[in-house]
């Protein structure tokens, strides 16, 4: 376990190297409602990162203000984002007013938001009366931490109610005196050890692929090697296409050649018949047809059908 402690403005200037040194983590206050930013909020952030002691951002909620969940919750992600979160730190709703309206429903719109904005999951702070007061399945389901406030003046008792959650990852057991604050500081108990603590809090995404500045190029070398590849089909289909009109060319010369071959026969044997014959009745004076006639008119027939 981790004991640690829960600071805002009240605590005023804190000795941090003395108190880091008696001390496992700190849960700082960032500020309340939608426009109350802790006056030590920006110094006592630094001088914990500064100190690189375990640490987490809390928000206190104002919902009996009228304020809705959206806009404190803006509110917070702006302050968290002026100097952004850093490897393992945690945030947390402070939620402890009493608000007429659905309360529920108010934490995890507040919870969603803040998740979506800030890349970590908040976890739910609260005293055990408001935890058993309302079902707060929907919360849990969201899979948010409880930090549960039994002020049971002993930090070694876990025997307190936790409502909806199976369990609760911390306690605010009471205050104490701790070396580096004057006076009494809330005080907490983190059940699990400092790998656990930052396994709730924030972590660095990985880094991006790195840029390709052939990027556009490449992609229009590509696009270009896919026309040619079309442009090559196409061709492709027209040699084919032209090869079969070449043999179908082929093919009606021959034709045409046997047809004048055919017609120089046939008009040899028309004039054999002619002056053989001994018919009294004169044969019609049927017109020579030369062979030069019969190709030209042939010809326009070829360019007619094949063009």
Not at 199 to 221: E, F, H, M, R, W
């Amino acid at each position: 376990m981790l004991s640690g402690a829960d600071i805002s403005s009240y605590q005023g200037n804190i000795d941090w190297n003395t108190f880091k040194n008696n001390i496992n983590f700190c849960i700082i206050k960032s500020g309340e409602g939608n426009s109350l930013i802790d006056s030590w909020f920006g110094n006592n952030r630094q001088q914990a990162r500064d100190t690189n002691i375990l640490r987490g951002f809390y928000h206190f909620a104002r919902p009996d203000l009228g304020n809705s969940p959206q806009a404190e919750a803006r509110f917070f992600i702006d302050l968290m984002n002026g100097q952004p979160l850093q490897e393992g730190e945690s945030v947390y709703l402070d939620y402890e007013v009493q608000y007429g309206g659905d309360n529920v429903n108010w934490v995890l719109s507040w919870m969603k938001l803040v998740e979506q904005v800030l890349q970590v999951k908040p976890i739910f702070y609260s005293y055990q009366s408001m935890l058993t007061k309302y079902d707060w399945t929907p919360v849990v389901n969201n899979g948010n931490g409880l930090w549960v406030a039994t002020a049971s003046g002993d930090p070694n008792n876990t025997n307190f109610k936790t409502g909806s959650w199976k369990f609760a990852m911390m306690n605010q057991w009471g205050s104490q005196v701790i070396p580096g604050i004057q006076g009494q500081t809330d005080s907490d108990i983190f059940f699990g050890d400092a790998n656990a603590f930052r396994a709730y809090g924030y972590k660095t995404p990985p880094p991006s692929p790195p840029v390709d500045p052939c990027a556009d190029i490449k992609n229009q070398l590509s696009n270009v090697e896919g026309t040619i590849d079309t442009l090559n089909k196409k061709v492709a289909d027209l040699v084919s296409q032209n090869s079969t009109l070449e043999l179908n060319v082929t093919k009606a010369q021959s034709d045409y050649n046997s047809c004048i071959t055919d017609l120089s026969t046939t008009k040899e044997q028309l004039l054999n018949c002619q002056q053989n014959s001994s018919s009294t009745t004169p044969s019609p004076n049927l017109p020579p047809l030369d062979s030069a006639t019969f190709r030209q008119l042939f010809s326009a027939l070829l360019k007619k059908l094949f063009g």
